[in-house]
């Protein structure tokens, strides 16, 4: 599969991202990693079969109206779209973000613990993203709060004071097929082997 992966932001992508590229390369993926998001306005794009966000793309870095044309009509048109952790924030000049990533972080309404650990349960072991996942303890950032869009496929989920919260769905957009996961605040939330796992079957959903 070839990948293009999208870094870049205010979070500790220098951490997250080497781990990222690393364990997608020993899946056997082709993969390239940019911070420049001028390729998602150019017939480039097209090459790749799905499209990786680990970046915070806000205010000076909110994509551009041609790179959010190109990424949902590559999106929309039948590729895969993998959209983790803080990826997902809303962007004030993009409400219609969300309609893509299913939800995700809003600033000003969003909020989590501190960073820690905690459990994930899998709430749908039957979903093929959950495969060979059991519920695992990780190091990470629990959101809660956050947006939310009718059409997810809920398959991830931790508890905090009584109250169940997503950590991984998947939905189409268009023609499309999106992953999408709060979880992977830093480099150590990477090294879980579970979440490795889960980004692998993410990839191979979203390229269904």
């Known amino acids: ?61 909110t994509l551009t109206e041609s790179e959010r044309v190109g990424m949902t009509q590559f999106i929309g048109g039948g590729k895969g779209f993998v959209c983790i952790h803080i990826s997902g924030a809303l962007p004030d ?60 496929h809920v398959f991830l989920t931790a508890e905090l004071d009584g109250e169940s919260h997503p950590m991984a769905w998947t939905r189409s957009y268009g023609n499309g097929r999106v992953f999408a996961t709060t979880l992977g605040h830093n480099g150590l939330s990477f090294e879980t082997p579970q979440f490795q796992r889960l980004i692998l079957n993410g990839l191979g959903w979203a390229n269904g």
């Open 1 to 61: 599969m070839k990948l293009l992966v999208v870094t870049g932001g205010q979070h500790p992508y220098e951490e997250s991202t080497p781990v990222l590229e690393r364990f997608l390369q020993r899946g056997g993926h082709e993969v390239d990693v940019v911070d420049d998001t001028g390729i998602l306005a150019s017939d480039g794009l097209a090459s790749y079969d799905v499209l990786v966000f680990n970046t915070l793309r806000r205010n000076e870095t």
């Open 93 to 152: 000049a993009w409400p219609e973000y969300h309609d893509v990533t299913g939800g995700g972080w809003v600033f000003g309404q969003s909020t989590h613990p501190p960073y820690g650990q905690f459990r994930v349960n899998v709430a749908d072991p039957a979903h093929p993203c959950a495969d060979g996942i059991e519920d695992f303890t990780t190091n990470d950032e629990l959101y809660t709060q956050i947006d939310w869009r009718g059409g997810n």
